[in-house]
């Protein structure tokens, strides 16, 4: 019932994002010259990865606190999936904004507050995803990757409101007051993306921390099987 | 002969010097191909390296199957 209901979220995602590259390229205007033209089209995957990478955070942050309160596997495994994904949302976010930028401002990067705090999360998340792949599986590694999680978490809501604190280049059209879209297709379309991208974030890390909570048994399993003498390593 | 100017040597550019506020020269078009193929293919990547993470655990399952003697037909 759960795998069924998975590849219904699957072919549901699959679709949204049919429909959404479809509605970005034929039915969304793009914008004023000044914001990049037809550039301007890269806000409606660049936010929604942002997004995505948020949601990621915050999962990671939970699991990471909730481990460092009472571990377990699976409060691991979601911390280790959480982490995976923001880094590839984080990622998708800083390739896609330099590109929209160098039309809009004339630059790829300026370390305007915004994008220098995105680029510290992600260097936090990078951080922990080595740190997993690279340390093993140890107490004290899981331990210290949960306290990265916590303090990565805790930096986003810098980037959220590093705007409107700090000023710089980063444009503030989506805000808690509707919003700078003045069509109704570029509302529908970020609308969508939003939609869409939430939906992929959550099918990556329920796949993420069934992968890494599997991994995770099978080490104890390996580990159990070899001291019983069943395994040659 | 359309779309060809002949120059006399003298007219020719002999240095090139670099222009500040010139005209704009990025593709706005190219630049958002681009933003939206690389997105993509960040994606893809990490598809397939948790499908590729997936393989090397399913073959150590076999492998701890067959150690055990419980491997199924």
């Known amino acids: 019932m759960r795998d069924r209901a998975f ?4 072919a549901v995602t699959a679709a949204l994002f049919f429909y959404l590259i479809a509605h970005v390229f034929l039915a969304t205007p793009p914008a004023q010259l000044a914001a990049g033209g037809i550039a301007q089209k890269i806000l409606y995957f660049h936010a929604p990865a942002g997004y995505a990478m948020y949601l990621s955070g915050v999962a990671c942050g939970i699991a990471s606190a909730l481990y460092l309160f009472r571990p377990s596997d699976r409060r691991d495994a979601w911390a280790r999936a959480g982490a995976e994904c923001a ?21 790829y990067w300026t370390w305007d507050p915004r994008l220098t705090t995105t680029l510290l999360s992600v260097l936090v998340y990078v951080a922990i995803v080595v740190l997993r792949a690279f340390s093993g599986g140890g107490d004290a590694e899981r331990r210290f990757a949960a306290a990265l999680g916590v303090l990565g978490t805790v930096n986003l809501p810098i980037i959220h409101y590093s705007v409107r604190l700090w000023g710089g ?17 570029m509302v529908q379309s970020l609308v969508l993306g939003f939609v869409a991208m939430t939906l992929l974030a959550a099918i990556l890390l329920i796949l993420r921390s069934r992968v890494a909570l599997a991994s995770t048994r099978l080490v104890r399993l390996e580990e159990a099987a070899a001291a019983r003498g069943a395994l040659d390593t | 002969m359309q779309g060809t100017e002949t120059t006399t040597p003298s007219e020719r550019s002999t240095e090139f010097v ?35 993470r997936q393989k090397r655990l399913d073959r150590r399952v076999a492998e701890l199957e067959r150690a055990l003697g419980t491997a199924r037909p």
Do not use: C, D, R
């Open chain 1, 7 to 10: 590849e219904v979220l699957l």
């Open chain 1, 169 to 185: 280049n980063h444009p503030t059209v989506i805000t808690g007051q509707g919003g700078g879209l003045k069509h109704p297709a």
């Open chain 2, 18 to 52: 670099p222009v500040e506020g010139g005209p704009e020269t990025t593709s706005a078009e190219a630049l958002l191909v681009a933003a939206y193929l690389l997105m993509w293919a960040i994606l893809l990547t990490f598809v397939l390296l948790s499908w590729l």
């Open chain 1, 87 to 107: 880094v590839a949302f984080g990622l998708m976010m800083l390739v896609s904004g330099p590109l929209w930028g160098k039309k809009a401002w004339g630059v």
